[in-house]
């Protein structure tokens, strides 16, 4: 992707990027609502979206012991 619009800047044209962060949207819905629409497209999609929500850290420290 990075080539293709590299090629496309030498070109002359425009590119136009869009970028979304939704790595803080899951934090906001409820789980288990989000977990059971999920359920619905079948097993493998519901694993993975558990393997995500579960033991998932919500904090990072960092100690300087310097």
């Known amino acids: 992707m990075h080539s293709d ?6 070109e002359g044209s425009m590119v136009a990027l869009i970028m979304l962060d939704l ?13 059971k629409c999920i359920s619905y497209q079948g097993k493998k999609p519901l694993i993975l979206a558990i393997s ?4 998932r850290p919500r904090c ?5 012991e310097t």
Do not use: G, M, Q, R
């Not at 619009?5 to 030498?10: C, F, P, R, S, V």
């Not at 995500?52 to 033991?55: A, H, K, L």
């Not at 990072?60 to 300087?64: A, F, L, Q």
């Open 60 to 64: 990072v420290s960092i100690v300087d």
């Open 52 to 55: 995500y929500f579960i033991d």
């Open 23 to 35: 790595s803080a949207a899951y934090d906001v819905i409820d789980h288990p609502t989000l977990l």
């Open 5 to 10: 619009n590299a090629e496309t800047l030498d």
